[in-house]
């Protein structure tokens, strides 16, 4: 059998995520890198750095197929197809544990709540796409408050004893109040429990749009908040299933399973 | 080119240039030096001349029979404006303002000329999307809430602008919502004219309510008596109601029709129908022309194996009142998607034909269209009211998908919003709620829209996008 090669490309407002697979679906390489102005920029940068480790592949024209996915996928103009991200996410997920029903994904610019059929296809979707409350955006701007960086600030709040509520919708009323919050001299781990716990009730919400059914699992940059995960498994009285990949290089994951398949059609 | 492109072509620019005509002679009529005053007095009346930008949105993506039908709505919808218009230079002394859910049927009988303020807010919207903007920010700054519905604020930012016609009178009611309401409380302040406002019983169904809300309608042909110039022509009555029979008459045929599938016309040469001659003007031998073309453009198509969209795929199901500012949205998912808009919820009912044979039953009859109006009955009331509709007309018509305008500013569909995602879900009936606003675009933008769109026909309906 001829070996080939898959990629898929995640454009997203933040970052460019891609990945390599084979045949089999095993991922070879993958890469996040920042995003650039120019989205095709974002997402050459990001094949090159996928392929780098892959010896069998010397640029991006030995891929057999190549998806692109994001909010920038329809100006990757070297990419086969674009596909849209939120089935390329349901798509990743799936391939990682098929009997993952529900999904969030929360990006750098909005939050996506997905459910998924039995073949790992897009049931039901509903977005918050207007507002930067609850993605990544939101969770800069209010590390950038406390002082700290991304990391520690996802942290923070594992240690509170307890919670004081952000009650603010908008980010920016939300920063005033966490600014004033910190200004009375209140415990920063229970005010970022406060931040956590605002966030996972707009997810909560946004995922009873479509219906939550287990399992349930979280993708995107902001999977790797440790406290909005505990915040988030809370308000859904679920545990939130772990993938056994990067969750924020998911959609780029179901973007090339997505092009070993249209390739193979 | 072929010849059916040239055909179509000379279709929409005959009607384009019947529409220009119906204005310039309206101009002529009313003098250069009135016209002026009132264009400076009534600014939108320049916006409002500008619907042959309609026409070409409508028009553009459709064919044969189909193309028609767009366009002789339209006609008929600019020809009827050019007579409200008129009612405004040349019958001020009897002109009456009347609120959207009560229809014009009495008034007319009692040869008045009825002018619906909400009109403006609808029309306009489609025809120059960002138009109403500075009536909504006005209405905002005399205090409105930003999140109450933006059609009621048009209303209020026209009155406060002194842009509304002065009238004799006023009819509201207590419908659809409290938006509209208080709408009317700005009316009547800046107008100084005498109110009449209708109470329509919450509990609409039974024959108590009928009872009730006939003597409410005689109460108010007393009250228009006392304050107007009007009188009541029981005979003219008895022809208006009769007229609007036979419209539906042509109305129920051609829905019949759209029932097959695939169907033979479609989404604006129904809805836009529908929404325009009953509302504005049901019971007028030319409404009911309009519809007995349709019913025989239908008809033709059906014979001759024509499809409206000629590659029918998705039928689908418009819920609430078609997105104004994008009015063109169905023109634009037929050709993407193959889209097809069936039937809507602003169209749809299921009420029997007016009994013109006594006054009271007159009355009753034009009531219960009254208390059963699209917005009142699916806002009031049990659940019921909304979804048994929208499930028999999921079936009646063969649906395959539900499209909700979900107007930010209607709490109370928003309200039922979930309800209906489960129902559906249930029923395996796919829905999408655009998130819009009614009349202003700022809230969403036409390409955010369409975004919406485009998200749910790739990854829920796993269509293909024809054309990028």
Known sequence: MIQKYYGGCDIGSTTGKAV??????????????????????????????????????????????????????????????????????????????????????????????????????????????????GTGRFFEAMARIFRMDLADFSDLSLNARDLIPVTAQCSVFAETEVISLLAGKNPPESIAAGVQNAVAKRCFMLLKRVGIIPKVTITGGCAKNRGLIKALEKALQEKIAPLSVDPQIIGALGAALYAKKRESR | MKISDLKDTAVTSGYKMLNLMAITKMGIKHGPFDLIRDIRRYPWLLDLAKVNRLVTKLSRSRRGNYRKAVGMVLHG????????????????????????????????????????????????????????????????????????????????????????????????????????????????????????????????????????????????????????????????????????????????????????????????????SHLWFYNVCSGLKSSTEVFRRLVMLAEENLKNGVAAVPDEKYRALLWNPPTMHVIDLFAIAEKRYGVTCIMDSMSFNRLPFIDTSSRESMLQGIGRYIMNGPMARHTRGPMENYFDDIFYIIKRFGIDMLWMAGHIGCKNTQALNNIMREKCRAEGIPVLIIDYDLADPRITSREGIFLQVDHFMENVMKAERRFL
């Open chain 2, 77 to 272: 919808i600019v020809k009827e404006m050019v007579h409200q218009i008129e009612g405004i230079f040349h019958r001020q002394e009897k002109l009456v303002l009347h609120e959207d859910m009560v229809p014009p049927e009495i008034l007319r009988a009692m040869g008045l000329s009825p002018w619906m303020p909400e009109m403006l807010g609808i029309l306009l919207p489609m025809i120059v999307p960002n138009v109403m903007e500075e009536y909504i920010d006005a209405a905002e700054n005399e205090g409105i809430p930003a999140d109450v519905c933006s059609l009621p604020k048009t209303v209020i930012g026209l009155t406060v602008k002194d842009r509304l016609p002065y009238a004799k009178a006023v009819v509201t009611s207590n419908l659809p919502c409290d938006g509209g309401m208080s709408s009317y409380i700005y009316v009547e302040k800046q107008l100084k004219a005498p109110v009449f406002r209708l109470d329509i019983p919450h509990h609409f169904k039974d024959e108590r309510a009928e009872v009730y809300f006939s003597g409410e309608l005689k109460r108010m042909i007393a009250w228009l008596e006392e304050h107007t110039t009007g009188r009541m022509d029981w005979n003219l009555l008895q022809e208006i109601c009769e007229e609007r029979n036979r419209m539906m008459d042509y109305e129920l045929q051609l829905w019949e029709m759209i029932a097959a599938r695939p169907a033979p016309l479609a989404a604006d040469a129904v809805y836009l």
């Open chain 1, 20 to 133: 390599i697979i084979e045949n089999t679906g095993i991922i070879l390489g993958s890469s996040i890198v920042h995003r650039e102005i120019d989205p095709e920029v974002t997402a050459a940068l990001a094949l090159e750095q996928a392929l780098k480790n892959i010896p069998e592949i010397n640029s991006i024209k030995d891929l057999a197929y190549l998806v692109g996915t994001g909010y920038g996928r329809s100006e990757i103009s070297f990419a086969s197809e674009n596909i849209s991200e939120i089935s390329c996410h349901a798509m990743g997920a799936f391939f990682c544990d098929r009997s993952i029903k529900t999904i969030v994904d929360i990006g750098g610019q909005d939050v996506k709540g997905i459910s998924i059929n039995d073949d790992g296809t897009v049931k039901e979707f509903a977005m918050n796409d207007k507002c930067a409350a």
